[in-house]
T-cell receptor, first 113, second 114 residues
């Protein structure tokens, strides 16, 4: 069975602070894909990144960066110099064989001005 | 390029009434998903279609929920009769099947059953 754990239910930071959202996953499959989605108050899930299990190279996209470590089954997400517009619920998700996505419970990020 | 379209965005009904949600996927996407999202939780898959075929409906409560995707494009999810516990957000997503498959989500329909 697959499982995704986002231990941080809520995080509150002040604008311009860096913040890291944790994601730990469980699967017995050797081929899998990890995702991060952002859900702003409007409700739509916005795709941020996909990473496959064979590519442990970290990725940076603007203020966003992702750290994938198979040794600890973690796929953490860092926002550098956070902004108020980053306030949202962030979901980590796992896909193994087939197309079913298993989501974590989400982390509510609030960035205060 | 237009994203996944869902309607209505909000729906309020009384229990025991029927309700239907509509989804139009991204053009060219052959796979369509319906997810249920309860407050404070991540989405959970209800049903997945590849073209017209429902290939994963193991999580769909078939006593009251039904879905269809007749021409392999638009899809409708129905609840009849609705119960109080069905109050949630119903999300539709679409993708093009393959190793690099990524699901793109619509804005969801927020259902309140009174």
């Amino acid at each position: 069975a697959q499982k995704v754990t986002q231990a941080q239910t809520e995080i509150s930071v002040v604008e311009k602070e860096d913040v890291t959202l944790d994601c730990v996953y469980e699967t017995r499959d050797t081929t899998y894909y990890l995702f991060w989605y952002k859900q702003p108050p409007s409700g739509e899930l916005v795709f941020l990144i996909r990473r496959n299990s064979f590519d442990e190279q970290n990725e940076i996209s603007g203020r966003y960066s992702w750290n994938f470590q198979k040794s600890t089954s973690s796929f953490n997400f860092t926002i550098t110099a956070s902004q108020v517009v980053d306030s949202a619920v962030y979901f980590c998700a796992l896909r193994t064989s087939g197309s079913r996505l298993t989501f974590g419970e989400g982390t509510q990020l609030t960035v205060n001005p | 390029e237009a994203g996944v379209v869902q309607s209505p965005r909000y729906k309020i009904i009384e229990k025991k009434q029927p309700v239907a949600f509509w989804c139009n996927p991204i053009s060219g996407h052959n796979t369509l998903y319906w997810y249920l999202q309860n407050l404070g939780q991540g989405p959970e898959l209800l049903i997945r279609y590849e073209n017209e075929e429902a290939v994963d409906d193991s999580q769909l409560p078939k006593d009251r929920f039904s879905a269809e995707r007749l021409k392999g494009v638009d899809s409708t999810l129905k609840i009849q009769p609705a119960e109080l516990g069905d109050s949630a957000v119903y999300l539709c997503a679409s993708s093009f099947t393959g190793p690099k498959e990524t699901q793109y989500f619509g804005p969801g329909t927020r259902l309140l059953v009174l």
